[in-house]
């Protein structure tokens, strides 16, 4: 039986070890935390087909500029002397045209449907139960210029045969009534699902471990020991590993992973926030605050409220102007609902980690024919994790992949 390491115990990790031990590995992930934190357990729970405007869009990298000194600001870059950061954003700025946007648009469709249908396909083959719910996604706006921005992303999003209703006030009061009365409408994506992220990784962690799967957690990867063109194995703070395979998912840390082996993969980490409300607030469908991008989830016994994206380097700083930030922006939108101070204080975060053009990197390096690299989902990692996971499999495995993996190249140019 053929051994592979998985370095990263995110969602793109668990699911990767999740299609290799159905195709008969023998799987190790490795991972830097305990796999209780991260981008991966904090993030808004959606699987959302809806999510197909790539990130790197026309005047973002403007916008960013503008609200650097902002540090509240939804979208928010922190003054860095940075290198690394510095190429990144020179190849997002070069990604965030309308005609590479307009490209991305029919690849990440077909990404996001194929994982929705696969985690439907997980859940009703497992032997757990994990929440996964059918309602569909709101985005509300307040202001004329949302209204406008929404309703048009709408349309093109509709041109793709998604299914979506643009609601007017009265309607979206009527479906979800605890929402301010000053709100302008909605776009309601009854295509989308969502689920409760820590219950369902927590759930596949025991059936990985059920099925073999050994866990080295609380180690760090100091390097990547090689022999001509092949891995041979991985060196943490605590041991080295052997296997046949490596597959490189560690998110945000992909780059300083790579680094030693001459590889470069332009991923910077992109921090967003989540504040868990643990008491009823009459949410019941989950919904995106389209001027403060913020995402709200009913979950499993909780409402959780997330979003940002700041980009300060790989950490795990909790600013509290950002986390006042969403807990003010669920106050603007909804009645009735005070988020304490003590809710902020367990405020967390996680980094997700952003490619230039919104499209991830799954494939083999050039340098290297038994590493495989999968990462860069950015805000859809969670969408993404079934289907990523999913081709993984098939490239370990040497199958034909479900889908066209030329858009994800590894080496691909900016």
Not at 86 to 115: G, H, M, Q
Not at 136 to 159: D, F, N, P, S
């Amino acid at each position: 039986m053929k051994k592979i390491i998985v370095i990263g115990g995110g969602i793109t990790g668990l699911l990767s070890a999740y299609y290799l031990v159905k195709a008969g590995f023998e799987v190790r992930i490795i991972d830097k935390g305990d796999l209780a934190s991260g981008a991966s357990v904090i993030n808004a729970g959606y699987i959302a087909p809806s999510h197909i405007i790539s990130l790197a869009s026309p005047g973002v990298i403007t916008k960013g500029l503008k609200w650097m000194w902002n540090s509240s600001s939804p979208f928010y870059i922190k003054p860095q002397l940075d290198l690394q950061f510095f190429d990144w954003a020179w190849k997002f700025k070069r990604s965030s045209t309308k005609e590479k946007v307009e490209k991305a648009i029919p690849v990440l469709k077909v990404l996001n449907i194929k994982s929705r249908d696969l985690y439907e396909e997980i859940l009703d083959t497992v032997n757990f139960k994990a929440h996964y719910e059918k309602k569909g996604l709101l985005t509300v706006y307040k202001t004329a210029l949302a209204e406008k921005e929404e309703i048009q992303k709408a349309e093109r999003i509709k041109k793709e045969g998604l299914d979506l209703e643009i609601l007017s006030r009265e309607e979206i009061l009527k479906l979800q009534p605890v929402l301010r009365e000053d709100i302008r409408g909605a776009v309601y994506y009854t295509c989308d699902s969502h689920s409760t992220p820590g219950d369902f990784v927590s759930k596949l962690i025991q059936w990985l471990k059920e099925h073999g799967v050994t866990f080295c957690l609380n180690e760090e990867v100091n390097a990547l020991e090689v022999k001509g063109d092949k891995i041979t194995s991985v060196k943490t703070n605590r041991n080295v590993y052997i296997a046949d395979k490596f597959v490189l998912a560690a998110g945000s840390w992909t780059s300083p992973i790579l680094g030693s082996l001459g590889i470069k993969i332009p991923v910077q980490g992109g921090k967003g926030y989540s504040i868990d409300v643990y008491r009823e607030t009459g949410i019941t469908i989950p919904t995106i605050l389209a001027e403060s991008k913020v995402g709200v989830t009913p979950m499993m016994g909780f409402t959780r409220f997330a979003g940002t994206m700041e980009f300060s380097g790989n950490n795990g700083i909790i600013r509290k102007k950002r986390v006042n930030a969403i807990a003010n922006a669920a106050q603007a939108y909804f009645n009735n609902i005070q988020i304490t101070e003590q809710e902020r204080g367990s405020a967390r975060s996680g980094l997700r980690p952003v490619s230039p053009d919104g499209l991830p990197f799954i494939g083999y390096t050039s340098a290297y024919d038994n590493l495989i690299i999968a990462t860069g989902h950015a805000m859809i990692g969670w969408s993404l994790g079934a289907v990523t996971g999913k081709l993984v499999s098939q490239l370990v495995s040497g199958e034909d992949p479900v889908l066209d993996l030329t858009p994800f190249s590894v080496g691909r140019t900016f």
